[in-house]
């Protein structure tokens, strides 16, 4: 089955500073995903972007479906940002795949 | 407000005591799919459901059964737990599924999480 890369794994912020999370995908995908799981366990779908750019405030994600991987843009972090960040991808079944995440925390 | 529940929120059991886990959401969705979370694997796809009577395995189906006899009910059941099956467990609903929920954009909407621990 399809394969989904995550990094880095974990990443450490001041508040403030930009950051680019990336997701890695192994075979052409029809739906791609990006979640944010806050410390809580709460996820919230953040894009759905199987190709091309989109913004959302201080977040964008970018994938190039051709090249198989997906970018997540966090610019001027704030500590409510902190949290696991994961793709999920589904290659055209019913099925979606979950990238092992990255888990970012954003220092005051 | 559109919602997807889980109940219980947290559960202490005992190997081998059968045990359900219910899943409900108010939205009409076709789509429902149960993942379990464990640390440095992310999600994994247990079950899904594309409509009522309609379900199929995801990657860790081994140990789990689901049903779907009516479209807004999605119970994950558990018949013999073991302490393997500790984890987080997560229901999630969606309108589309596949070909469809991509050419739409849809996303999909998740419960607040069931956290089991099996002894």
């Known amino acids: 089955g399809i394969q989904v890369e995550q990094s880095p794994p974990d990443l450490i912020l001041q508040e403030g500073a930009n950051s680019t999370l990336r997701c890695n995908f192994s075979?052409?995908?029809?739906?791609l995903q990006w979640f944010h799981q806050n410390p809580w366990g709460q996820l919230i779908n953040l894009f759905y972007i199987p190709s091309g750019t989109k913004q959302n405030g201080r977040l964008s994600a970018t994938t190039v479906a051709t090249e198989r991987y997906s970018l997540l843009y966090i610019s001027s972090s704030q500590t409510t940002d902190s949290g696991v960040y994961f793709c999920a991808v589904d290659n055209y079944g019913q099925n979606f795949v979950f990238g092992p995440g990255t888990r970012l925390s954003v220092l005051p | 407000e559109a919602q997807v529940t889980q109940n219980p929120r947290y559960l202490i059991t005992v190997t081998g005591k059968k045990l359900t886990v219910t899943c409900s959401q108010n939205?009409?969705?076709?789509?429902m799919s149960w993942y379990r979370q464990d640390p440095g694997l992310g999600l994994r796809q247990i079950y899904y459901?594309?409509?009522?009577?309609?379900?199929d395995k995801g990657d860790v189906p081994e140990g789990y059964k689901v049903s779907r006899k009516e479209k807004r009910n999605f119970p994950l059941i558990l018949e013999s737990p073991s302490p393997n099956q500790t984890s987080l467990y997560f229901c999630a609903s969606s309108m589309f599924w596949g070909q469809l929920a991509g050419d739409l954009g849809d996303t999909q909407y998740f419960g607040p999480g069931t956290r089991l621990t099996v002894l």
């Open positions: 459901s594309m409509n009522v009577e309609v379900t």
């Open positions: 939205m009409n969705h076709e789509y």
């Open positions: 075979d052409s995908v029809n739906n």
